[in-house]
């Protein structure tokens, strides 16, 4: 959640919206209590059965987090959280379930806490089981996990403050709040539409907002620590409220506030807010006389001799009525009303009991989410223990194990370019099975674009440990893949498909090429070319040729299309007249023929009449045809 309201809303206009390439090289800090509670959720919501769906959601995301977008992720995990979020926790939970909190029995003050926390415990015990079990999982895949002291998205904060990562990956948007530069809300790998970066830089040019700042508007709105904030305050009110101090004095003026102070008169001793005159009530600042027709400044009489300067004519008949709820925005009338919203405003603020509370503004500005002593550790990202994690998840998510290598191929192809282009003198596998062939050819995926790299067996043999068949989800439909083998032809089709599931990767494909299986997997482009500059060379040199060779064919062809004209000349027997062609030579036939042929065409037209003629008497009776002869 993070602060209350709409605050997403009021940042999104401010969002940069990045592609997958965004994150290459960079180090980010993952919230993983979000990741393991909202998209699991999203998993359950499509397939109710699903076994472990946060197992699942993280092993997908994290291969495609640190293969195919090429980000090295460190993972927070929440530690012990703060006294006032788990009040606000258990809050959430009774007024969600109906309950009312101030009935539970209680004799204390820690009875009633112990009373109204116990269901919230007994409900995040199985997140916590949850998140362990994806920690147990990180670890096998040999990316660095960070435990916090107190809320992970304080810690995500801390070290993208302090320069340790580039950016933080959390739903929660009191990350800011924290100290945090760049916040990333929402990120799918499978998605084909770019994702929501913030960065704190465009919020302070666009709003003005700075760090205390949103604190303040925390207080006034409401946040985890403190679900109702102040009553009447929304996020347009507690922006426009805040924006009237700087960043480093707007918690002092909420503690001056909060005491019964006004502090918008300069030149007076502070009054009390309880002294000044109420909103209702007559306003000190002497509001210039408007006119009853038109709401403008200047009276009726006024307007019918000079005219309005507002309305802009000379008699007060073309003067504009002002419609149904009508406001005056001249000076004066602006000047009263701000006036009286801020006295408002105040007087809302110090109706509130321990206002602003110390401890949340404490918690927001404090930095120890991890031991003072100890540090930052050193962030490494290690090889993964393949075996373990093939028995890890045989065990919980009953996977095949020649699924899991099937998996993980991407994964370990990125480690190996790495591990080529720091030291290429040192000879090494794939998996300790496959070289580097060639590249195939440019894929564009999501709008990047990749090397479709060549991966042949070092070893005699064929490919045996990639498998065809995709585990199936409890409740799902089966859906079989058929995809390139040793047996199966080049035009091997996809059968029975269903949609793709959330956030699970495209597995390397198989090509049998000349007797001979490649594995084929996306490649970063600049990771290819510091791995293998000659392979990288050759392609290019090749791809060079090919379009010097395409450029070429089109010119010849452009060439002869516009040198093309009619043949001169007698035809071929075979070859089709156009149509002016043909008259032509029909017309010059008759002209030759001349009065011959005319002659020709009269003999033509008598005997053909004559012959109409006798068929015609043939017909009529004998007596009929002597009266015709006759007469």
């Given at each position: 959640m993070g602060v209350g309201g709409s605050f997403w809303d009021l940042l999104k206009p401010y969002a940069r919206h990045e592609g997958a390439g965004y994150l290459r090289g960079r180090r980010v800090a993952?919230?993983?209590?979000?990741?393991?509670?909202?998209?699991?959720?999203?998993?359950?919501?499509?397939?109710?059965?699903?076994?472990?769906?946060?197992?699942?959601?993280?092993?997908?995301?994290?291969?495609?987090?640190?293969?195919?977008?090429?980000?090295?992720?460190?993972?927070?995990?929440?530690?012990?959280?703060?006294?006032?979020?788990?009040?606000?926790?258990?809050?959430?939970?009774?007024?969600?379930?109906?309950?009312?909190?101030?009935?539970?029995?209680?004799?204390?003050?820690?009875?009633e806490s112990s009373a109204a926390t116990a269901p919230v415990k007994g409900r995040n015990a199985a997140v916590t089981r949850y998140v362990e079990e994806c920690v147990e999982l990180l670890e096998y895949l040999g990316m660095p996990v960070l435990r916090a002291n107190g809320e992970a998205e304080a810690l995500c904060a801390l070290l993208n403050n302090e320069g340790h990562v580039d950016a933080c990956?959390?739903?929660?948007?009191?990350?800011?709040?924290?100290?945090?530069?760049?916040?990333?809300?929402?990120?799918?790998?499978?998605?084909?539409?770019?994702?929501?970066?913030?960065?704190?830089?465009?919020?302070?040019?666009?709003?003005?907002?700075?760090?205390?700042?949103?604190?303040?508007?925390?207080?006034?709105?409401?946040?985890?620590?403190?679900?109702?904030?102040?009553?009447?305050?929304?996020?347009?009110?507690?922006?426009?409220?805040?924006?009237?101090?700087?960043?480093?004095?707007?918690?002092?003026?909420?503690?001056e506030i909060g005491r019964g102070v006004y502090p918008f008169l300069e030149g007076f001793d502070k009054p009390h807010i309880d002294d000044l005159p109420s909103p209702s009530t007559k306003s000190p600042i002497v509001r210039s006389p408007h006119c009853s027709h038109c709401g403008h400044p200047g009276s009726k009489k006024n307007h019918s001799k000079v005219g309005c300067n507002y309305c802009l004519v000379e008699a007060l008949e073309n003067c504009i009525e002002k419609p149904a709820g009508f406001k005056c925005e001249c000076p004066s009338c602006d000047e009263r009303r701000h006036e009286n919203w801020q006295i408002k405003v105040c007087k809302r603020i110090a109706a509130e009991t321990n206002f602003p509370n110390e401890e949340i503004?404490?918690?927001?500005?404090?930095?120890?989410?991890?031991?003072?002593?100890?540090?930052?550790?050193?962030?490494?990202?290690?090889?993964?223990?393949?075996?373990?994690?093939?028995?890890?998840?045989?065990?919980?998510?009953?996977?095949?194990?020649?699924?899991?290598?099937?998996?993980?191929?991407?994964?370990?192809?990125?480690?190996?370019?790495?591990?080529?282009?720091?030291?290429?003198?040192?000879?090494?596998?794939?998996?300790?099975?496959?070289?580097?062939?060639?590249?195939?050819?440019?894929?564009?995926?999501?709008?990047?674009?990749?090397?479709?790299?060549?991966?042949?067996?070092?070893?005699?043999?064929?490919i045996s440990n990639v498998s065809t068949k995709k585990p199936e989800m409890e409740g799902e439909v089966s859906s079989e893949v058929v995809v390139l083998d040793d047996d199966d032809d080049e035009d091997a089709t996809v059968v029975n498909e269903s949609p793709e599931l959330l956030d699970e990767p495209d597995a390397p494909q198989v090509l049998t090429d000349n007797n001979c299986s490649f594995l084929l997997t996306d490649e970063d482009i600049q990771l290819v070319s510091a791995a293998f500059p000659r392979e990288t060379a050759r392609f290019q040199e090749e791809q060079r040729l090919k379009e010097a060779e395409s450029r070429a064919r089109k010119s010849k062809l452009n060439l002869a299309n516009s040198v093309c004209e009619t043949p001169k000349g007698p035809r071929p027997s075979g070859a089709q007249l156009s149509i002016k062609d043909f008259y032509r030579s029909k017309k010059g036939l008759n002209i030759e023929s001349g009065k011959e042929t005319v002659g020709e065409g009269h003999t033509s037209k008598e005997a053909s009449r004559k012959s109409s003629d006798r068929d015609l008497n043939e017909k009529l009776p004998k007596s009929v045809r002597r009266r015709l002869l006759f007469d």
């Open positions: 993952v919230d993983l209590s979000f990741w393991v509670v909202s998209h699991s959720t999203a998993i359950l919501a499509r397939s109710p059965r699903a076994r472990k769906p946060h197992l699942r959601n993280t092993f997908f995301r994290t291969l495609s987090l640190f293969a195919k977008m090429g980000a090295f992720p460190v993972f927070v995990v929440d530690g012990e959280p703060s006294p006032l979020k788990s009040q606000a926790r258990a809050a959430r939970f009774f007024r969600g379930s109906g309950m009312d909190l101030a009935a539970l029995p209680s004799t204390g003050t820690e009875a990956i959390t739903a929660d948007s009191d990350a800011f709040l924290f100290g945090a530069k760049t916040v990333i809300k929402v990120l799918q790998s499978n998605c084909k539409e770019p994702f929501e970066c913030y960065n704190i830089a465009d919020i302070e040019s666009g709003l003005g907002l700075k760090r205390k700042q949103m604190i303040a508007m925390a207080l006034l709105i409401g946040s985890d620590h403190d679900l109702h904030g102040v009553p009447g305050f929304g996020v347009e009110t507690a922006l426009r409220f805040v924006q009237l101090f700087d960043e480093d004095c707007i918690l002092e003026k909420l503690y503004i404490k918690l927001y500005l404090s930095d120890n989410n991890l031991d003072k002593e100890n540090g930052v550790p050193l962030l490494s990202w290690n090889k993964p223990d393949v075996e373990a994690l093939i028995d890890f998840l045989t065990y919980k998510q009953n996977w095949e194990p020649s699924y899991i290598r099937q998996m993980m191929l991407p994964m370990l192809s990125t480690i190996y370019l790495r591990e080529v282009a720091s030291s290429p003198s040192k000879p090494l596998l794939l998996y300790d099975q496959y070289e580097f062939h060639s590249i195939q050819r440019i894929k564009i995926r999501h709008g990047y674009p990749y090397y479709l790299v060549r991966w042949m067996r070092a070893t005699h043999g064929m």
